[in-house]
């Protein structure tokens, strides 16, 4: 479809959206959004029209209680058919004058820089807090380590009973598969991982010096996601998927990618199931085949590792360490299957949030040459070779800690931006009683990026991070709340393998910067805050950076 009819479409659809939005405003975003053509989406315009086929879903409101209790915002999605307008189709960019990120909340919460309040409908029946106090009641309630606040079936893609432990929502086998996790996130479990880590930060630094001071420099997004999908798959399965030595996505790594947009669309569709085929659209049916039969592979090798009593491999992985505590009697096809899809779960999540944090490091240091040249300093004067790199050397470096907790702010994972939803059980949150059976969820993105709790909000400034008796402190920063922002969540599903995620970053970015001077390729224009989508997770933009190896050569007089 051309701009131009895409552009007529949306004029023909307009008075219909206004109509449906119930004197909302969007008519509005969805001229914006087809105007500017932002939403690279190629079916988007198929969105708008089921905007007008869904005409008699319109009609959807929070319960009477909730509205005559709480102080909302001004609706942010009235109808079930303006929600699916809005989480489908508009991707606006966000950007520093409006604020406007690819979640209803942000909008609400910072758009055009006023304040709405910390309450915000989002939905006909969900609602999202802007209050660091709002998660603590929200996330961390719980009855004997049991949260209160049960989480939603946003991640139930398949309808499946077994839900792994991230997409698990019956509370008590959660908690019961958490412990089992438990001893794999051990700081025990930790240390043994770092052959594996120093593997692959070696891997990337060669790489990179081999190839990354070309005049057209290396791809930031793709280099940053095959650092974290070799690092993850290797630690998941003992599997080398080889993504940084080949210079390619792997299958997996494809596998991973292709469910961005049919996730959001099918969390979406869920409220019209006679809509619900439309997920398929954006599924690459290519993948499909290679998809089944890579799970039949890993199910074989599974299979036969439970059935022999075969745990060792070359390292320590989380599916070895999870099959002896889980006892699985001979490898049954159930517990395959179980121990499967949790592996997998840890392969993502150790491959999406590291990810995005290398990459957001690296795009604000290259932005931000004080504080590069400030690391580096301090990187370089730390180590004297580079053998002497180990995480726990990593660690006790205060500005390399403040750099990148400064980046998780800017730029945290994806799933961060609309928080984790969950079903009110009938509570307080933040003083205000929520009615049982509300969706609710906490906004990190948002108040991380609050003037109410960081000062400079949008401003890259790792000063704010470091203890008072720092030289490099800054008392402008001494108001800050450091504590709202929790990047790993908190109570019962708070994410179990953080300090894992610290222990790989921290050698990573200590190893590359002791070796490695990084530039931009000159004539680049990426503005992040405008060019950045969020769909089930970020599309980052391409952002070509040069790597070049820093020469140690002493010269003999």
């Not at 929200?138 to 991230?166: M, N, P, Q, R, V």
């Amino acid at each position: 479809m051309t701009s131009a009819s895409v552009l007529n479409f949306g004029k023909l659809i307009l008075p219909f959206s206004r109509f449906i939005a119930q004197c909302q405003n969007v008519g509005t975003i969805l001229l914006t959004v087809v105007c500017t053509h932002h939403f690279t989406y190629p079916y988007g315009s198929l969105t708008v029209l089921i905007t007008g086929l869904g005409l008699h879903r319109s009609s959807v409101y929070l319960p009477s209680a909730l509205s005559s209790s709480l102080q909302v915002s001004r609706p942010q999605a009235r109808s079930s058919i303006q929600y699916l307008v809005r989480v489908s189709l508009v991707r606006l960019p966000m950007n520093q004058q409006r604020m406007v990120a690819p979640a209803n909340e942000i909008e609400a919460f910072c758009a055009n820089g006023s304040s709405v309040g910390d309450v915000v409908r989002i939905a006909p029946n969900e609602l999202a807090f802007g209050n660091p106090r709002a998660a603590a009641d929200i996330y961390s309630s719980h009855d004997k380590s049991l949260e209160t606040f049960i989480k939603t079936d946003i991640h139930d893609f398949a309808k499946e009973k077994d839900g792994g432990l991230i997409w698990q929502q019956d509370p008590v086998r959660h908690r019961k598969i958490a412990k089992q996790v438990a001893p794999a996130f051990s700081q025990k479990a930790i240390r043994a991982t770092d052959p594996v880590i120093h593997h692959y930060a070696d891997l990337f630094v060669n790489r990179m010096k081999e190839i990354g001071n070309t005049q057209g420099g290396i791809s930031l997004s793709n280099w940053t996601q095959w650092l974290a999908m070799d690092i993850a798959a290797d630690m998941a399965y003992s599997h080398r998927v080889d993504c940084m030595k080949e210079a390619r996505n792997s299958a997996y790594l494809n596998a991973v990618l292709s469910f961005n947009k049919f996730a959001t669309m099918t969390q979406v569709l869920r409220r019209f199931p006679w809509l619900g085929f439309l997920r398929f659209v954006v599924f690459p049916v290519s993948l499909v085949g290679k998809l089944m039969q890579l799970r039949k592979e890993s199910l074989r090798e599974m299979g036969r590792r439970l059935s022999d009593g075969v745990w060792a491999t070359e390292h320590v992985n989380y599916f070895d360490q999870l099959a002896p505590s889980m006892d699985p009697a001979g490898g049954k096809s159930d517990d395959i299957l179980h121990l499967s899809k949790i592996s997998t779960q840890l392969m993502f999540a150790g491959y999406l949030p590291p990810s995005d944090w290398y990459y957001g490091t690296f795009f604000h240091l290259l932005h931000n040459r004080e504080a590069l040249e400030t690391l580096i300093q301090e990187i370089r004067t730390a180590f004297t070779s580079y053998e002497q790199i180990t995480p726990s050397a990593a660690q006790q470096l205060p500005y390399l800690n403040a750099c990148m907790k400064e980046a998780l702010r800017l730029f945290s994972t994806s799933a961060l931006i609309n928080g984790m939803p969950v079903y009110s059980p009938g509570a307080i949150v933040d003083g205000n009683y929520i009615p049982r059976g509300v969706t609710c969820q906490f906004s990190g993105f948002s108040v991380a990026r609050d003037h109410r709790y960081f000062r400079d909000p949008l401003l890259y400034r790792p000063q704010r991070w470091l203890p008072a008796d720092h030289s490099l402190y800054s008392k402008r920063h001494s108001s800050d709340q450091l504590d709202a922002f929790m990047p790993f969540s908190q109570g019962p599903r708070m994410c179990s393998g953080k300090e894992a995620a610290w222990w790989q970053a921290r050698l990573v970015l200590t190893k590359v910067l002791w070796s490695l001077d990084m530039e931009m390729v000159p004539g680049q224009s990426v503005d992040l805050e405008n060019n950045l989508k969020g769909w089930g997770y970020w599309v980052k933009p391409e952002l070509k950076v040069r790597f070049v190896a820093v020469d140690r050569q002493v010269s003999s007089d």
